[in-house]
């Protein structure tokens, strides 16, 4: 089991830029996937995006060509750059791991991203 701390959302302008961070302990970073989900009011979770061993990346359709994902194995915390932020962003963003090959298992608390229009 990893614990995971989430950080950097706020209040940013739509057309800005936010990079949310993700700390783990309590268990081997570099062998879990690490991803990134959001849950606006009113709907489900849903996927954002996440990072596979070997550098793999997967987005939301709705997220391609604006965020990025990536990690820092050596200091265990995964990132999330979101660039051209639109109103329509706007959720609770949560970190989560899947141990390689398994189900997402462990996830943070939840930072929150506004962005106004």
């Known amino acids: 089991q990893v614990q995971l701390v989430e950080s950097g959302g706020g209040l940013v302008q739509a057309g800005g830029s936010l990079r949310l961070s993700c700390a783990a302990s309590?268990?081997?970073?570099?062998?879990?996937?690490m991803g990134w989900f959001r849950q606006a009011p009113g709907k489900e979770r849903e996927f954002v995006a996440s990072?596979?061993?070997?550098?793999?990346?997967y987005y939301a359709g709705s997220v391609k060509g604006r965020f990025t994902i990536s990690r820092d194995n050596a200091k265990n915390t995964v990132f999330l750059q979101m660039n051209s932020l639109k109103p329509e962003d706007t959720a609770v963003y949560y970190c989560?791991?899947?141990?390689?090959?398994?189900?997402?298992?462990?996830w943070g608390q939840g930072t929150q991203v506004t962005v106004s229009s």
């Open positions: 989560a791991a899947a141990p390689y090959g398994s189900a997402w298992s462990d």
């Open positions: 990072h596979w061993s070997g550098g793999r990346t």
């Open positions: 309590g268990g081997t970073f570099s062998s879990y996937v």
